[in-house]
């Protein structure tokens, strides 16, 4: 889907996981979100804060799961994805702290892999992902699922690509203090998600978005994966389009 006028892209998106959320509270279900950060999604998590505050949207029966977090990181961090999601959305919603979920950057090394897992097992018995939001990364990432990623992984430690820690290096004051790893939902995690929503804007995405949408399924581009996603759409503007 391409929509170009300013604001467009993220009142469709807001609106689908509105109807979602209002669907499953007014049969006393649960809504499962699977939440992304980075700068693209903010507009939906301004429009989600707009229905909430105007038209009374309520998270009270939304459980969410963040698909990254840098690793180390401590939660506090200015630069961690905890800190974003609270300041972008939840702290402006009246989400359940309790049915928060963003993966631990603060953890041991030793405790990680145990961590996944049971990261992952909390998304299984949660009833899955009904809705996943997604930005896509220049090496076309999702999550951080870098070139490499196959399509079994799950929730993991992974090493950042160089080209993702100089994408980040504004937001850290240097690539230098950039985390050189980060914890990930996998491909399989994504995947498994009954509705997937990517959204990518500017032109500097145009080349990958073509190779996500284009080219072939290939491990070397995880946003490949999703062209075999039975409920994706991808959201672009004209300018991340312009070369489909
Ligand atoms: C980071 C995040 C991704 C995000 C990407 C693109 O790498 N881990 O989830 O999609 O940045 O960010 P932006 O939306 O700012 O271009």
Redo the contacts with the bound molecule.
Sequence with gaps: VIIDEHGAMARVVAQRIATLMRERSAAGQTLVLGL???????GVYRELIRLHREEGLSFRHVVSFN??EYYPMRADSIHS?HRFMWENLFSHVDIDAANVNIPDGSLARADVDAACAAYEAKIVAAGGIDFQL?????TG????NEPGSGEHSRTRLVH?DSI?RR??AADFFGEENVPRE?L?MGIATIMAAREVAI????E??SGIVRRSVEGEIDRAVAATFLQRHPNTTFYVDDAAAVDL
Excluded: N, R, V
């Design positions: 992304a950060t980075g700068s693209t999604p903010i698909l990254d994805y997604l930005g896509i990364g220049k990432h999702i999550g951080f950042l993702t994408d980040a980060a990930t959204l990518a804007t500017g500097h995405k």
